[in-house]
């Protein structure tokens, strides 16, 4: 699976927009990029994927660029409950090689 | 939908003795699952795979006679950890995906094992 680049941290103002970016430049064309979350001792928290369109969900939203080569996951309306180490994953969807490997992921930190 | 669960969610035991842990998948069949470790201030480890009625694949660098993984029906995979020692201490997260329908993995809340 290609590698992701994400900053270490970020943080953002309570009722803010949260933009988590991410960078893949050596995704495959049959490479997904999923959106992880893990609150402190818990899971991780399935957020949302997408191949190549924009995907939206209850949760967040998923913008990817038009080459494909990074993204960017948006919370709409940060909450304290937010706070998270955020993972950006690409992997393809089927087949042997489709376990997800997680990298260091950025820790979003909301502010009241 | 989609829920994993694990069981214990935490344990202490004695260096030397074995410890299973559970995971099942609540609401859907998983044909995989996958079982990751995931120590203090580092990020999560994928330790095997696991297929519904065959042998579980393990990751580079991972004893598949210590860490005994069983995944007999398409709800039930057990990972147990034998002879257990103080540097087994972590937390364990295991992860299943929906059957047939996507690639998407979901996790169980985790189970923190602690080795005296």
């Known amino acids: 699976d290609a590698k992701t680049t994400q900053p270490t941290s970020m943080d953002c103002a309570e009722g803010r927009a949260a933009n988590l970016p991410c960078n893949h430049s050596?995704?495959?064309?049959?490479?997904?990029v999923y959106w992880y979350r893990q609150i402190h001792s818990q899971g991780p928290q399935y957020i949302i994927h997408?191949?190549?369109n924009n995907e939206t969900n209850e949760m967040a939203s998923l913008i990817i660029t038009e080459d494909r080569k990074s993204s960017t996951l948006i919370l709409p309306h940060a909450t304290l409950r937010d706070t998270a180490v955020y993972y950006c994953?690409?992997?393809?969807?089927?087949?042997?090689?489709?376990?997800?490997?997680f990298g260091k992921g950025i820790t979003l930190s909301v502010r009241p | 939908g989609a829920v994993v669960s694990q069981h214990p969610s935490w344990v202490i035991c004695k260096s030397g003795t074995s410890v299973k842990i559970e995971c099942r998948s609540l609401?859907?069949?998983?044909?995989?699952m996958f079982w990751y470790r995931q120590f203090p201030k580092q990020s999560l480890m994928l330790m095997a795979t696991?297929?519904?009625?065959?042998?579980?694949?393990?990751e580079q660098g991972v004893e598949k006679d210590k860490f005994l993984i069983n995944h007999a029906s398409l709800t039930l995979s057990t990972l147990t950890v034998t002879s257990a020692h103080p540097e087994d201490s972590s937390f364990y997260i295991c992860?299943?995906?929906?059957?047939?329908?996507?690639?998407?993995?979901?996790f169980g809340p985790g189970t923190r094992l602690l080795v005296l």
């Open positions: 992860s299943a995906r929906i059957y047939a329908i996507s690639g998407t993995q979901y």
């Open positions: 050596t995704i495959s064309g049959n490479e997904y």
């Open positions: 997408g191949l190549k």
């Open positions: 994953i690409v992997r393809v969807i089927t087949g042997a090689n489709s376990k997800l490997t």
């Open positions: 609401d859907f069949q998983a044909t995989t």
């Open positions: 696991s297929n519904e009625g065959s042998k579980a694949t393990y």
